[in-house]
């Protein structure tokens, strides 16, 4: 059984940054494909970033590009987020997800559907 595990999350300053992990146990890591959703209070679950299995091809939404990096160490069994420049509309519930199946090409987000094993997620609160 897959067991996902975030950390990193806090609170900061508009401008300010953060790195969150995801660390994954109970199976072989580099089967799976990674990515981190988040939600905001009183919103639904949205994809904010994917990486392939090998790490070759990633994908953000458009609002974090160039702010965000999605990254893995398949020696470490872990995938992070690093944040930087975090903005108040950042503010949400990080949350890690994984699948065997799941296919991260580059160039489209991934419904929520499409990861099967998810952790228990990491409050990320940017005040203005």
């Known amino acids: 059984q897959v067991q996902l595990v975030e950390s990193g999350g806090g609170s900061v300053q508009a401008g300010g940054s953060l790195t969150l992990s995801c660390a994954l146990s109970?199976?072989?890591?580099?089967?799976?494909?990674m990515a981190w959703f988040r939600q905001a209070p009183g919103e639904e679950r949205e994809f904010v970033a994917a990486i392939s299995r090998n790490g070759m091809n990633t994908y953000l939404i458009q609002s974090v590009k160039g702010r965000f990096t999605i990254a893995r160490d398949n020696t470490k069994n872990t995938m992070s987020l690093q944040m930087n420049n975090l903005q108040p509309e950042d503010t949400a519930v990080y949350y890690c997800?994984?699948?065997?199946?799941?296919?991260?090409?580059?160039?489209?987000?991934?419904?929520?559907?499409?990861?099967?094993?998810w952790g228990r997620g990491t409050q990320v609160t940017v005040s203005s």
């Open positions: 997800a994984a699948d065997v199946l799941a296919v991260v090409i580059g160039n489209r987000p991934l419904p929520s559907s499409d990861f099967r094993s």
């Open positions: 109970g199976r072989t890591f580099t089967r799976y494909a």
